[in-house]
């Protein structure tokens, strides 16, 4: 029974030239942009996170980078180096 009511639907339809039509291929064009252009922006937030990441953890470690050890030890000061 299906299969009949899915003949008498599709009797008079020619697949091909749905699949050449401007329509379809504008449509089907505009899809695979969208999904290149969602790409395209999934791998920015992806490297924008991977920067802020980094910029966090420098921020962190700045004053053990470059403002020195906060204490002096006591071998320093007898070899008189400060």
């Given at each position: ?63 053990r980078n470059f403002a020195g050890p906060k204490t002096v030890s ?9």
């Amino acid at each position: 029974m299906d299969n009949q009511i899915f003949k008498k639907c599709f009797q008079n339809c020619d697949c091909r030239k749905i699949f050449q039509s401007k329509i379809f291929r504008g449509v089907s064009g505009g899809i695979l942009a969208l999904i290149v252009l969602l790409l395209v922006f999934k791998f920015g937030m992806m490297a924008g996170e991977r920067q802020a990441g980094f910029s966090y953890r420098w921020g962190d470690n700045y004053n053990r980078n470059f403002a020195g050890p906060k204490t002096v030890s006591t071998a320093l000061l007898a070899t008189g180096f400060f």
